[in-house]
């Protein structure tokens, strides 16, 4: 049944003693919008008839940017301060700590935009943790470890963007957790994530189901932003069902502005889709446009930069596969610096009439035409690419190579008794997420110059990126539709001209080595 007595309540909390605490907004009373008044009046004005709360656990699915963060900060201080329990123990957690303190730190500035609360309660930043003297009630923020969070007994407990939480963690704070209080509250809200295997699917396939009258459960609230599976995404009039905010907290300029870098970037359209259209995708997507790949072609010869600096990758095949190899020469056009590629590709020569039928990729036809080059037998020869490398070196300042680590101890060895400087690269996303952002940027800007090499042009058209929950990328040679070591060649030899001009990568600074042989 509904009690609008104890719904009034609570709207009215957060409208006398709250604040906004970002934006256009800060300083202004925390009016709350529609759809965020109606959730707060169904979960503390649904009751039982004993008078507690109905609903035990609610999941809000919505997109980013709808004002989430602050409203899963109002409900912890109210939970706090004003939901008439004991000894309240009130918890935020997420995937990890600094995730987690988002919500604490907003509801910090809240208390103190707040003369009676900023009275009430004790604040210890450092540690985490708002404490209320009068009722013993605590917030602390939990981090990601779970060793330490059995035996907890919240009132409140705040999971913030479930798709990063660790299923270990959840269950933690899910399974049992303050069973001794009378009406405890699991506020989950998060926004869609890109792995259909986790605890956050599970709970988001669960409330779908609770909504759907497909499976009963009373104490459940689920509370679904999302569009119908047969929604256009690129209709703007379909946004709206993701962002119950839009219009409000959200501009529909700005989400305008994102949705077509998305579609000159084909790299983010996984993105927006997932954190700006509530859509679950997959982790990876298609990286380049061809057609924009095509606009950086251009007419110049090597012999050009003759005794020029550059900067290589070296990536290695490991039997039938190709072995890439690009230098970046480096040039100041109109105040930007652009980059010039040289290219060479190797295979081996033995059932190459057979792969061109079976793949149907021309390798037979590239080989004529001189774009790739074969070695004898049915593994490139390692011998042979040396030789081609130290020869490229006596003609070209190479300051460095990047190579791969993997497969590749004795070619090292060779060229660095050669006096070719070596640099060993992994292919993780603490190497990749750079170089490859700033290969994507150079091509938009038309930055990148190459020659009209087919055999690049078809690795352009290949790439699929993975992208991991912090936003870094890295081409994924597992899920891209065909072979792509040019491109990882070339994003190689970027990162050799970024660490020039830069310094030592962020991933050197915090102790992961690059060079270990």
């Not at 998060?190 to 295997?197: I, S, V, W």
């Amino acid at each position: 049944m509904y009690d609008s007595d104890k719904a009034d309540r609570a709207v009215n909390f957060f409208q006398l003693y709250l604040h906004h605490t970002t934006g256009q907004w800060y300083g202004k009373p925390f009016q709350l919008l529609n759809w965020q008044e109606d959730l707060i009046r169904k979960i503390y004005g649904t009751v039982r008839n004993d008078g507690t709360r109905q609903y035990r656990r609610v999941f809000v699915f919505i997109a980013k940017k709808n004002g989430k963060s602050e409203l899963a900060s109002g409900i912890s201080l109210f939970s706090l301060f004003a939901d008439l329990e004991p000894s309240a123990e009130v918890y935020s957690s997420a995937g990890d700590r600094e995730q987690a303190s988002i919500v604490f730190n907003t509801a910090v500035k809240m208390i103190q935009m707040n003369k009676k609360l900023m009275k009430r309660s004790k604040i210890r930043e450092s540690t985490k943790r708002i404490s209320v003297p009068k009722t013993k009630s605590t917030y602390k923020v939990l981090s990601s470890e779970t060793g330490t969070k059995h035996g907890l007994n919240p009132h409140t407990s705040i999971i913030d963007e479930v798709h990063v939480v660790s299923r270990e963690l959840f269950e933690v704070l899910t399974q049992g957790a303050g069973a001794a209080r009378r009406q405890p509250l699991i506020f989950m809200i998060t926004t869609a994530g890109m792995d259909k295997n986790s605890i956050c699917y599970e709970e988001y396939n669960y409330a779908k189901k609770v909504r759907d009258g497909i499976v009963h459960d009373d104490s459940y609230l689920p509370v679904i932003f999302e569009m119908d599976e047969k929604d256009d995404w690129k209709n703007e009039k379909n946004w709206y069902k993701a962002n119950p905010s839009l219009g409000h907290t959200i501009a529909i300029e700005g989400m305008r502005a994102e949705f077509r870098m998305a579609m000159e970037r084909p790299s983010l359209i996984n993105t927006f889709r997932q954190l700006r259209l509530n859509q679950w995708v997959t982790s990876h997507s298609k990286w380049l446009s061809i057609e924009l790949w095509e606009e950086c072609q251009d007419i110049y010869t090597l012999e050009e930069f003759k005794g020029e600096v550059c900067y290589a990758g070296l990536d290695l095949s490991s039997t039938t596969d190709i072995t890439a190899f690009v230098a970046l020469f480096r040039q100041e056009i109109s105040g930007h610096y652009h980059y010039f590629i040289y290219q060479k590709f190797w295979c081996p020569e033995e059932n190459i009439e057979f792969r061109s039928r079976k793949d149907k990729v021309p390798y037979e036809l590239w080989v004529k035409k001189g774009y790739l080059k074969t070695t004898e037998g049915n593994a490139v020869d390692q011998k042979f690419i040396e030789k081609e490398v130290i020869e490229f070196g006596e003609r070209f300042q190479l300051k460095q190579l990047n190579i791969d680590r993997w497969n590749s101890s004795q070619l090292i060895q060779n060229l660095q008794n050669e006096g070719v400087e070596i640099a060993g690269f992994g292919q993780g996303f603490a190497s990749m997420s750079t170089p490859s952002k700033e290969f994507e940027v150079l091509v938009l800007q038309n930055r990148i110059h190459h020659d009209g090499n087919p055999v690049l042009r078809w690795m352009v058209d290949n790439v699929t990126i993975r992208q991991d929950p912090a936003g870094n990328i890295k081409p994924d040679k597992s899920k891209s539709t065909e072979k792509i070591d040019g491109v990882v060649a070339c994003i190689m030899a970027l990162d050799g001209w970024i660490r020039q001009a830069n310094g030592p990568s962020v991933y050197e600074k915090e102790g992961i080595k690059t060079v270990e042989f």
